[in-house]
């Protein structure tokens, strides 16, 4: 069974960094894509970043880029989110998920196993 787990959430200020990781276990790890989702109080899950099995094929949403790096160490099963240059519009729960194929996008329906979520808050 495939289980993931998110740490690294926390309360930081405006302009702020965070680590957050995700440990994966049950499956083959490197073979299959990984991302990062969040949702916001009052919004719906959105996704924020996408590794492929290839760890240098990346995809972000647009409000993220060059403040948020997706990364992942195959010989520890986990895949990492830094999160630089904090904004208040940031804090939510954010969540990892696997994909069950090497290439995923941005939609939810794409990815097939889910962890239950780190909560990030920023504040101004």
């Known amino acids: 069974q495939v289980q993931l787990v998110e740490s690294g959430g926390g309360l930081v200020q405006a302009g702020g960094s965070l680590r957050l990781s995700c440990a994966a276990s049950?499956?083959?790890?490197?073979?299959?894509?990984m991302g990062w989702f969040r949702r916001a109080p009052g919004r719906e899950r959105e996704f924020v970043a996408r590794?492929?099995?290839?760890?240098?094929?990346?995809l972000y949403v647009e409000s993220v880029k060059g403040r948020f790096t997706i990364s992942r160490d195959n010989a520890k099963n986990t895949v990492y989110l830094q999160m630089n240059s904090l904004k208040p519009e940031d804090t939510a729960v954010y969540y990892c998920?696997?994909?069950?194929?090497?290439?995923?996008?941005?939609?939810?329906?794409?990815?097939?196993?889910w962890g239950q979520g780190t909560q990030v808050t920023v504040s101004s």
């Open positions: 590794l492929a099995w290839s760890a240098g094929d990346t």
């Open positions: 049950g499956r083959a790890f490197s073979n299959y894509a």
């Open positions: 998920a696997s994909s069950g194929r090497a290439y995923a996008g941005p939609r939810i329906d794409e990815y097939d196993y």
